[in-house]
């Protein structure tokens, strides 16, 4: 018997775990499993062809919110060119409400229902061997005219599945995102979540995991993205592995979801040793309004988050991504831009502002009534309205998530928003409320935007609400643009000392001199040498502002406007800049 695995993941750097799970849990004599993986841009018929060169008896498709409506399409015509074969589905998005799938969609043949592994091998043992399906736990199938639809089931041991990855097929994912798991289950049960209707949490043995992780490193994999709910949920299973996680030698980037909350001292001052960019972390804070908390049955300690996160981020090494829910019960528009200028306080590398999904089979879906939500009726199931925010303030902050993904979350004006933003005054949420409000009266929110193209946005911002301030601006958005892309953006419109190739550099002759001196250079640079004036600009550049932008950043008042040289380098990953002494440079 052939059996075809498949799924639509929302990227190509996406790859799908569950499938390769129940690829490695179900290998029988009997059939032979193939796993075929595509993305949701891929065309529709473009994957049936696909599919049908398999000639598969059994097809496995895995639904989940981002696919559901293409996966449902594809097992139609699948069943139109091939009505003997067996379709099966299985996933998040249906194992709750099974009922109504099995009804509306013919060529849906069975759907299983929670943790799939044990259900799908007994399932195919008996499609093999022409047995009845009553016995077989985590199945929702017609019989009889009506439909069956017996209880998830979940794996009690996981070791019990086999590590999903071979090396045969390594090359082909070095590209993509791997993910793994070391637990299932979470011991908290916030009400937005599918994982709170699933009861305690069971791992993987570390002796399992220290083997598993071996693997990835040996392999020089770039990101592992690990996908258990809460990874901190239990020490003596977390902390052994970022330890030793943290004494490999490997440049393979780690990305756990946990809560910050429940770090004791022993693990925040641990993290200050690991290497830089080793571990990446991602927080969901997603309100910090008690009454909101309470009503998603999830409790967050607010002063311990904030000391451990502003701890991790001052270390430098580890990577913070916070996330933040637009929809939450109790949560208008004041109360969410509280939440908002407190998370954005901490200075996260990323901060993600989500909207509420009122997923099948969630607490706040069956509540939905008590809080009055109006949310769309087929996946994604998205806020459009509550109680506490209308579709109109929704839709505007729909434009301020774009806006701040653009200008905060790429990076590329980190230097400059605390200044802008004090500028403004008000805060943070209010600064980029007025932004949306002007990118969409520009029509910016409707058309794509280049590096430079942002830039230029942000002077035309500037010039209409602090025109007297424009040129300080136009200083801090070259220090942005030096220290973000590896200088390669330079905005022309921006008042660079040398305009343009053909243009003469205003501070030419002290620039020259400052290079052809190897002795005061090496006072910032100890191990330079000269060797083409080519590879020095694309090593490094020195450029001079009319305000001291660095005393500015160490924590000055106020703007000092008066020249200063900043010497910047691209030898590392990660750009740096120091200050020339006055001596050094204008002398």
Avoid at 204 to 221: G, I, P, Q, Y
Avoid at 354 to 379: E, P, T, V
Wanted: aromatic fraction near 14%; include cysteine; proline fraction near 4%.
């Amino acid at each position: 018997m052939k059996v075809l695995l498949s799924t639509l993941n929302a990227k190509y750097i996406h790859s799908s775990l569950a499938l390769k799970d129940l690829a490695a849990y179900c290998q029988a004599p009997e059939w032979k499993i193939t796993v075929r993986e595509y993305t949701v841009n891929n065309g529709l018929l473009e994957i049936l062809s696909d599919v049908y060169v398999c000639q598969a008896d059994v097809i496995g498709l895995a639904c989940y919110i981002w696919n559901i409506e293409t996966v449902l399409q594809l097992a139609s015509l699948i069943k139109k060119i091939r009505p003997q074969t067996v379709v099966i589905l299985g996933g998040p998005e249906v194992s709750y409400q099974p009922e109504g799938i099995l009804a509306d969609q013919a060529a849906v043949d069975y759907i299983i229902l929670g943790e799939g592994e044990q259900t799908f091998k007994r399932l195919l043992a008996a499609l093999v061997d022409g047995q009845a399906m009553e016995s077989i736990a985590g199945l929702a199938y017609r019989s009889r005219g009506a439909i069956v639809v017996s209880q998830p089931q979940v794996v009690a041991k996981l070791d019990d599945i086999p590590f999903p990855y071979i090396k045969e097929e390594m090359p082909l994912l070095k590209d993509k995102i791997l993910y793994y798991e070391s637990s299932r289950g979470c011991p908290f049960s916030c009400q937005y979540c599918l994982s709170s209707a699933t009861a305690g949490v069971r791992f993987l043995s570390l002796e399992r995991v220290f083997s598993d992780l071996n693997f990835f490193v040996e392999h020089d994999v770039r990101q592992v993205k690990f996908v258990d709910r809460t990874f901190n949920a239990r020490k003596e299973h977390y902390f052994p592995i970022l330890k030793f996680l943290a004494g490999q030698t490997c440049r393979t980037n780690f990305h756990f979801e946990i809560a910050a909350d429940i770090w004791d001292q022993e693990v925040v001052e641990f993290l200050r040793q690991v290497p830089t960019g080793r571990f990446q972390f991602e927080i969901g804070i997603q309100s910090t309004n008690e009454q909101t908390l309470t009503a998603i049955k999830r409790h967050n300690n607010w002063p311990q988050i904030v000391e451990h996160v502003s701890k991790v981020r001052d270390y430098g090494n580890i990577h913070l991504h916070l996330d933040l829910i637009v929809g939450l019960p109790h949560e208008d528009l004041t109360v969410f831009a509280k939440s908002f200028d407190e998370v954005y306080d901490l200075q996260p590398d990323m901060l993600q502002i989500g909207f509420l999904k009122l997923l099948k089979g969630s607490g706040i879906r069956q509540n939905a009534a008590g809080h009055g939500y109006i949310y769309m009726d087929s996946a994604p199931y998205e806020v459009l309205a509550n109680n506490y925010l209308d579709y109109g303030q929704i839709r505007r902050l729909k434009i301020f998530e774009e806006v701040f993904e653009q200008v905060y979350n790429s990076g590329r004006f980190r230097y400059s928003l605390p200044w802008i933003i004090a500028l403004a005054g008000a805060g943070a949420f209010k600064f980029y409320y007025k932004l949306a409000g002007y990118w969409e009266q520009q029509g910016y929110h409707l058309v794509a935007h280049s590096s430079k193209t942002l830039y230029k946005h942000m002077v035309e911002y500037c010039t209409v609400f602090y025109p007297e301030s424009v040129e300080k601006y136009q200083e801090f958005l070259k220090f942005d643009a030096l220290m973000s892309e590896h200088g390669a953006v330079r905005p022309e419109f921006l008042p660079w000392n040398q305009m343009n190739q053909a243009a003469t550099d205003k501070w030419a002759e002290y620039k020259n001199a400052f290079w052809r001196d190897s002795a005061r250079v090496r006072r910032y640079l100890p191990d330079f040498a000269f060797t083409t004036w080519r590879d020095l600009k694309k090593t490094f550049h020195v450029e001079v502002f009319s305000v001291d932008i660095p005393l500015y950043l160490e924590g000055a008042d106020n703007l000092a406007k008066h020249e200063v040289a900043v010497l910047f380098s691209y030898k590392n990953a990660k750009p740096t800049y120091q200050v020339i002494n006055h001596d050094d440079f204008w002398n």
